[in-house]
């Protein structure tokens, strides 16, 4: 059996998945929730977590990074 490769994996993931990830990701919400973690968006789009990863670190995305700022309803905050 020398000479063989071995058999090839997982057929790569399309770039119109990839797409459809990126977008979800920052224009939709999950159900019950304030931002994506790499599981649920593998589940809700039925691919692989590390899948949602490499896509995640291919377009610089962190959802679970807040880039806004909240103003505090302590009336004693400025104080």
């Known amino acids: 059996m ?3 490769s071995k058999p090839p ?3 790569p ?3 119109a998945i990839k797409l459809k ?6 224009k939709e919400r999950p159900v019950n929730a304030t931002h994506w973690s790499v599981r649920s968006m593998a589940k809700e789009m039925g691919i692989s977590h590390t ?10 995305l962190k959802p679970h990074l807040v880039k806004s700022f909240k103003v505090s ?7």
């Open 73 to 79: 309803t302590d009336p004693n905050f400025a104080t």
């Open 9 to 11: 994996g997982r057929k």
């Open 51 to 60: 899948s949602v990863r490499r896509i995640w670190a291919e377009h610089d």
């Open 2 to 4: 020398e000479g063989r």
């Open 13 to 15: 993931i399309s770039a």
């Open 21 to 26: 990830v990126v977008e979800k990701t920052v």
